[in-house]
């Protein structure tokens, strides 16, 4: 950071960090022993977009290269827009392997064309034995994780996510700071028309 941003009281946006975004591959396991929660197949990585050719190339770039991994994978993936302005690339695959390797793919390439700052959050959809939604979010900024248990009219499960930190953060790096673990209301997973781009 300058002197100037230090004066006018700037701040450089925060680098995305990626490397610890494999953790939830494993850490399934023990959230399948421990609370009876599958993974779904559903993902999806939400970036802020940028109003530049430069980011339109970067997408169009996306969208190539997931049209090939989705190919070798069978993970079927759509780019969409939320009703915040922000956008997702929503992923479906069946094996959970494939589909956090796609969201490193995707995010490794904003991050190639100098948007990994655009980057905000890796959510990955899951469902107990009770039925129960709930979702792991990856924070970018932060290089950790979090959990998210909705419940109906924008409420959530506090003692459940409280729960589900509690065993997890020995698997997988979790959000300390409460105050972080961030809402992600109306996350667009329930499109009919997901399909590859």
């Known amino acids: 950071m300058s002197l100037f941003d230090i004066l006018l009281g700037r701040q450089r946006p925060v680098k995305s960090k990626m490397e610890k975004l494999f953790a939830i591959a494993t850490a399934r396991v023990t959230l399948e022993v421990k609370f009876n929660a599958k993974p779904t197949g559903k993902g999806g990585i939400c970036f802020r977009p940028v109003t530049t050719s430069y980011f339109d190339e970067a997408e169009a770039e996306l969208n190539d290269l997931l049209s090939i991994a989705t190919r070798e994978t069978g993970t079927r993936a759509q780019s969409v827009k939320d009703t915040y302005g922000y956008r997702w690339v929503l992923l ?4 959970f392997e494939d589909l956090v390797a796609t ?9 190639e064309h ?6 905000l959050a890796a959510v990955f959809q899951f469902v107990d034995d009770h039925q129960q939604q ?64």
Not at 114 to 119: D, K, N, R, S
């Open 103 to 111: 969201f490193h793919m995707v995010s490794q390439t904003l991050q």
């Open 114 to 119: 100098g948007f990994g700052e655009q980057l």
């Open 92 to 95: 479906i695959d069946d094996d």
């Open 134 to 197: 709930l979702y792991w979010i990856y924070n970018y900024k932060r290089g950790n994780f979090y959990p998210f248990v909705p419940l109906p009219n924008k409420a959530r499960d506090n003692a459940y996510e409280l729960r589900l930190r509690a065993v997890m953060e020995k698997e997988m790096p979790v959000e300390a700071e409460l105050e972080r673990w961030y809402p992600l209301w109306d996350i667009p997973f329930n499109q009919e028309s997901t399909r590859s781009p």
